[in-house]
């Protein structure tokens, strides 16, 4: 009954991420952790991390954007507890 109960009760995942990771040495360029992520089976975005920084492009988009670790941070901190 219980496990009927918990099987009801789940949702779909609304996100799925696939990863594939690039090592030519941890120091060396080149090496990255690759995210393609996907909501309700549409691709959304892939964000590329390096050692010295991260790529995001969108979904539809053709560009990348290119983010220091740096400003990476100081983005986070800001969305997380404000200015």
């Given at each position: 009954m219980l496990l009927e109960m918990a099987r009801a009760k789940r949702v779909a995942r609304k996100h799925e991420v696939k990863a594939a990771l690039t090592v030519h040495g941890l120091s060396k360029a080149?090496?990255?952790l690759d995210l393609t992520i996907f909501a309700?089976?549409?691709?959304?975005g892939?964000?590329?991390?390096?050692?010295?920084?991260?790529?995001?492009?969108?979904?539809?988009?053709q560009s990348s954007k290119r983010?220091?670790?740096s400003e990476f941070a100081r983005h986070m901190d800001?969305?997380?507890?404000?200015?």
């Open positions: 080149g090496t990255s309700e089976g549409e691709k959304i892939e964000l590329v991390i390096g050692r010295g920084s991260l790529n995001w492009t969108g979904g539809r988009r983010i220091s670790w800001e969305l997380a507890y404000g200015k």
